[in-house]
């Protein structure tokens, strides 16, 4: 059972344009939520994270909400470029607990159209 | 700035033959982590190693065994190949086990 979802596979967005992509956990236990960007053939590369303490976390064009009581959440990029165009991965852990293994979710893949 | 580092970036194998994969973490980073991604697929957690010991387990198969060495490097041992291992194994790195993940550009592993 998938216990980080992202349900879109894609998305695209104009040049300039806010991105918003979503996800949604099941595990009540992760308090740690991380953004990974990817591009083909490359590792993942860390974006930006956001403690289960915070809803909000923002470092430059890019912020993180997060609704626990939805167990949501999303990563908004405002503006879009087309350098953004890449897979993006959500992902969750228990950071209170002995183990930092990430579950990520499938991927959402934004293109961002000049 | 000095990455996590996995060897061989590619690597074709027949079924059945052996393949062992290498991750050298960030400097002074003591743990690592392996995933496998197939095609189309999220990162699946393998296992990982904290100060050389294993600190976690995931969906890792009994055929498979991995190592972190006295310099923090792990290795990766994969046995009896199967065509359904074919994927991309990437090796993450952090200082202590909740510290930000670095990964690797990973290593393609085709079966055939």
């Known amino acids: 059972d998938q216990q980080v979802k992202q349900n879109s596979p894609s998305l695209s967005v104009q040049e300039g344009r806010i991105s918003i992509l979503n996800c949604d956990y099941t595990?009540?236990?992760?308090?740690?939520f991380l953004w990974y960007k990817k591009y083909p053939a490359e590792g993942p590369t860390f974006l930006i994270s956001i403690s289960s303490i915070k809803d909000k976390n923002e470092d430059g064009r890019f912020t993180v909400f997060l609704n626990k009581s939805a167990k949501h959440l999303s990563l908004h990029i405002v503006p879009s470029q087309p350098g953004d165009s890449a897979v993006y991965f959500c992902a969750a852990t228990r950071e209170g607990g002995s183990q930092g293994n990430l579950i990520f979710g499938k991927g959402t893949k934004l293109s961002v159209k000049p | 700035a000095a990455g996590v580092i996995q060897s061989p970036r590619h690597l074709i194998k027949e079924k059945r033959e052996t393949a062992t994969l290498k991750c050298y973490p960030i400097p002074r980073h003591d743990t690592v982590y392996w995933y496998q991604q197939g095609p189309g697929q999220d990162p699946q957690f393998l296992i990982s190693?904290?100060?050389?010991?294993?600190?976690d387990k995931g969906s890792i198969p009994d055929r498979f065994s991995a190592q972190q060495f006295s310099d923090y490097h792990s290795e990766l041992n994969m046995s009896s190949l199967e065509l359904g291992d074919s994927a991309l194994y990437f090796c993450?790195?952090?200082?202590?086990?909740?510290?930000?993940?670095?990964f690797g550009s990973g290593t393609r592993l085709t079966v055939v």
């Open positions: 595990n009540s236990m992760f308090d740690y």
């Open positions: 190693f904290y100060e050389k010991m294993q600190s």
């Open positions: 993450a790195s952090s200082a202590g086990m909740n510290g930000g993940y670095t």
